[in-house]
C-alpha cells in the first residue's frame, strides 16, 4: 500500500472525526448569546396579590354580607432563583396560573450559557438533589428559547403540578444540567 493511500485515509478519517465533534459539542455556542424579551406575565420584583374577604359589619337594618375576590390576572404560585449545576446560571423561574385556569412558567433576567439541544423541564426532584437525577421524572415544555432574558413557557394542559418542585434548562444531547430553580410556594 503506498503511503499516499494511507496519508488520505487518515486524513479522511480526521475530516470525519471533525465534523461529527463540531456538530456533537457546537464550541462556537461558547461565544454565542441569544436574547428573548417576551413579558412576563407576573411582575418579579412585587409580591403577587392573593384573594381577600371582606365583610360588612351588621346592624339592626343591614345584613351580612361576605363576597370574596379572585384576582382577574395571572397568578404567581411558586417561584425561586437559579442555582447553577454545569453552567454559571442567574435569574429566576414562576410557575403562573394563568385567568383561563391553564399554568405557564416564566424565567425572569435568565443568563446562562448557551449551548446544543437545551430543554426546559418541570422536574419532581428538589432543586437541591443531584443533577443525574434530573434526566427522568420530568415534563418537557420544550426547548430553552433564549440563553438570556426573559421568556414564558406553556404548561401542557392536563399536567399534574401536585408533585413538581423544580424546573431545569437542561442539555438532551450531553444529559446534562445547565441550571435548577426551586418552585417554592409563593
Known sequence: MSKRVVVIGVSA???VALAVGLYLFQPWRVFTNTTANEALLVP???????????????TASTPVVTTTTTPAGPVA??????????????????????PGG??????AA?????????????SDKASDSAEAAFG?????LGKLKANQGNQVYEVPAGTD???VRSVVIWCARFSAGFAVAPL???
Do not use: I, K, M, W
Request: glycine share 8%; net charge negative; proline share 7%.
Open 13 to 15: 478519517v480526521l475530516v
Open 44 to 58: 418579579t420584583s412585587t409580591p403577587t396579590s392573593t384573594p381577600t374577604s371582606t365583610a360588612v359589619e351588621p
Open 77 to 98: 404560585l411558586a417561584s425561586g432563583p437559579f442555582r447553577s449545576l454545569e453552567h454559571a446560571t442567574t435569574g429566576s423561574a414562576t410557575l403562573v396560573r394563568l
Open 102 to 107: 391553564g399554568h405557564a412558567v416564566q424565567f
Open 110 to 122: 435568565l443568563d446562562t450559557s448557551d449551548g446544543p439541544d437545551l430543554y426546559v423541564y418541570l
Open 136 to 140: 427522568s421524572g420530568f415534563t418537557n
Open 161 to 163: 403540578l401536585t408533585g
Open 184 to 186: 417554592e410556594q409563593t
